[in-house]
Every structure is written in C-alpha cells, then in structure tokens.
C-alpha cells in the first residue's frame, strides 16, 4: 500500500517487458518469476548469491575483538526479519514448548528491535506465548543468566559482530515459510554453523551442492508445525555426531557459493548479450 512500492512495481513491469534477460538468485525464484509475469524461461538466468567475505574463516583474521560474554552459554540463533513470512512466532513457541523446558541453551534473536520497543510497551505480539522473566534485552552484552533458558534480543549488528554471533552459536535455526533465496543461511555456512531450516524447495536447492549426489546439508523440519520445529532442535541437541557431520557439510557450502563465481557468471552473460 506504500507509495515506493507501487512505483517499484510500476516500474519493475516497464523492465520486464523490455529485458532481454533476467537474472533470477534461484532456480526456484527463476520458476516463480516466469509463472507469475510470464516470462520466458530461456531468458531467466540463474546466478546464485553467496555470503560476504567477512564471514569466511579468512574474513575472521579481520574481525574485531570478540563481543564479552557470547560464548558465556550455548545458544541457538535467528538471522532475519520478523514479517509473517519469516515464521519467528512459530519458531519461539517451539523452543518454548520444547527446548526451554529441558534444555540449558538460549535462542538469540538478531535485529529485533520492534520486538524489543513493544516488549517494554507491552504491546508484544511475538514473544506472548513466553513467560516475561525469559525474555532478556541482549545488548550491549549478555544479562545476567536467571533461568534455565531464554529467548535474547538484539539490535541489528555490523557484519564483523554478526559474524561472531554465527561462529559462537550452536546452529542457525531459520523455519521460513517462503523464501527467494535466503541468505543467513550461506553466512552461516561461511563461519561453520550447522544450519537447521524449513523444508523449502529454495532451501533443498542451495543447500544440495551435488545435484546427482545430493547431501544433507541441514536438518529439515515442516515450517506449519511447532512440534516438527520443536523435534528437530531436540534431535539437534541429542545427536553429538550429527551436528560435527552438519559442521563439517557447511565446506561444501563455502566451496560452492562465493562471489567470484557470481561475477564470472554475470560477466560471461554481459558478453553474451553483446555479442
């Protein structure tokens, strides 16, 4: 209903009709895009994304002294927005129900500060289902530990302290319920955070790095159902071996998407407009 939004698609469709070619992030978006504006799919090129250098373990040689108290407790970690897409409300309410209970881990949100500026108008609607005395304000440090577990709250961060929150936590939980590409999940993969994410068809694609010899790049769960989110943490944490299996697959990950390859690809597709 915004203004910039009806002229970006205004003039998005202007685009569209005079492209040559698109370049879509992901098969699934390429699949999308051409369902929805009828476009033809020869004309859609797929170039994926890739995680900042800062994230890389050489991105780590730069990074800034580490924040005081992130490794303090073991923690889960959200990396994203907080629209309805996004799912955080479901993913609270299974580490609730079925994490914080049983569990001596917290789950670290990132860049929720309308969360945090309704929290203390008690105008939440996101962490209703949790108990006041769990939730925390996570900044400029980690509170001081009350309970067993707790949801945390953080501003937005710079790349560089972002970074260390991915290398600090345990996992990346992210149970999106639609996706054009997502890209926590390869930052993610670049500092060797085990991810656990939604059973998307984007999520099947970026995270299978061999298409005829498909891995387990993640743990999947149904992203409509609490207990399926809940049972995926738990087998997580229940499973040493499976998360350094998970570690260990983020590699691949690395190794397949970096920017490099992004612009050879763009460059080559330059060339061959023009030619």
């Not at 994410?197 to 970026?206: G, K």
Request: net charge neutral; proline share 6%.
């Amino acid at each position: 209903k915004k203004l910039r939004t009806r002229l970006y698609q205004k003039n998005a469709q202007t685009a569209f009709k005079n492209a040559d070619t698109i370049i879509a992030v992901s098969e699934a978006t390429a699949l999308d895009l051409t369902d929805k504006i009828h476009f033809p799919y020869d004309h859609v090129k797929v170039i994926h994304e890739a995680a900042s250098p800062v994230y890389t373990v050489e991105g780590r040689k730069h990074a800034h002294k580490r924040i005081q108290g992130i490794n303090s407790t073991p923690y889960f970690l959200y990396v994203g927005g907080y629209d309805p897409r996004k799912n955080v409300t479901r993913l609270v309410e299974a580490f609730n129900e079925y994490i914080a209970p049983n569990h001596d881990i917290d789950l670290i949100l990132i860049g929720a500060e309308t969360a945090m500026q309704e929290l203390a108008k008690g105008t939440n609607h996101l962490l209703e289902p949790l108990p006041a005395s769990t939730i925390k304000d996570l900044h400029p440090t980690l509170a001081v530990r009350e309970s067993r577990s707790r949801i945390l709250l953080t501003p937005s961060l710079p790349p560089e302290a972002l970074a260390e929150y991915y290398r600090g936590a345990r996992a990346l939980v992210n149970v999106s319920l639609a996706e054009g590409f997502n890209l926590p999940l390869l930052e993610a993969a670049a500092c060797g955070t085990p991810l656990l994410t939604s059973d998307l068809t984007i999520h099947r694609e970026i995270l299978s790095t061999d298409s005829k010899n498909p891995t387990e790049s993640a743990l999947f769960c149904d992203p409509t159902s609490t207990k399926s989110i809940g049972e995926m943490m738990i087998n997580f944490l229940r499973d040493e071996p499976l998360e350094q299996k998970l570690r260990a697959a983020t590699q691949a990950l690395r190794d397949t998407y970096t920017w490099e390859k992004a612009a050879q690809k763009t460059l080559a597709l330059y060339h061959q407009l023009l030619t």
